[in-house]
Nanobody, 127 residues
């Protein structure tokens, strides 16, 4: 079992940076693939970034490549999402998610494949 709590909500301007954190409670955190998703009003929940077993592999949604970076600190049971050069289209509720994985695998990009979810944190980018 994994309980997830996001933090780092913010109201920022275009071009600003923001870092989200997701802290997990539970055992065996390194064995979980962790993902960040986002959902804007009236839209589906989209994959943003993922990190695999113990931080071995990362993957990103096309719209955030080269701007966002996912990382994890297994000593703190925490996964981060560094967001740079933010755009109004990045405005959404951001969710952290986790699922058991195997060594060498990428984090899934489908929300259906995740077992555990946080409550979400709001990011608003103003132009």
């Amino acid at each position: 079992q994994l309980q997830l709590a996001e933090s780092g909500a913010g109201f920022v301007q275009v071009g600003d940076s923001l870092r989200l954190s997701c802290t997990a409670s539970g055992s065996n955190f390194p064995r979980y693939a962790m993902g960040w998703f986002r959902q804007a009003p009236g839209k589906e929940r989209d994959f943003v970034a993922g990190v695999g077993w113990s931080g071995g592999r990362t993957n990103y949604g096309d719209s955030v490549k080269d701007r966002f970076t996912i990382s994890r600190d297994n000593t703190r049971n925490t996964v981060f999402l560094q967001m740079n050069r933010l755009e109004p289209e990045d405005t959404a509720v951001y969710y952290c998610a986790g699922r058991i994985t195997v060594s060498g695998a990428y984090a899934p990009i489908s929300a259906r494949d995740y077992q555990y979810w946080g409550q979400g944190t709001q990011v608003t980018v103003s132009s």
